[in-house]
């Protein structure tokens, strides 16, 4: 049901599933998830790693994004409601 309203969210911006948003939306939706099931199973370490992989994942694209099109970046965190990366 979610990725069917994320395949329908990014049909509207008639962009391929492979975009960088696309991939960040994912990403996101997938950390979510795994943030509410680590807070009912807080000894859970596998999935606290696969928590780490995935925000890492995500940290690149976002960096990438961030240097190829600030403008996009901007509206990306925006719209997901997620805080924007700190520049070193």
């Not at 596998?46 to 780490?52: K, V």
């Amino acid at each position: 049901m979610i990725k069917n309203a994320l395949i329908s969210f990014q049909e509207k911006k008639e962009e391929s599933r492979g975009s960088v948003e696309f991939q960040v939306l994912s990403f996101t939706n997938k950390i979510r998830r795994l943030t509410s099931h680590l807070e009912l199973h807080r000894k859970d370490f596998l999935s606290q790693r696969g928590l780490r992989k995935i925000l890492g994942k995500r940290q690149k694209l976002l960096a990438y994004l961030s240097k190829k099109n600030r403008v996009r970046y901007k509206e990306l965190i925006n719209q997901l409601n997620i805080r924007e990366l700190k520049t070193r």
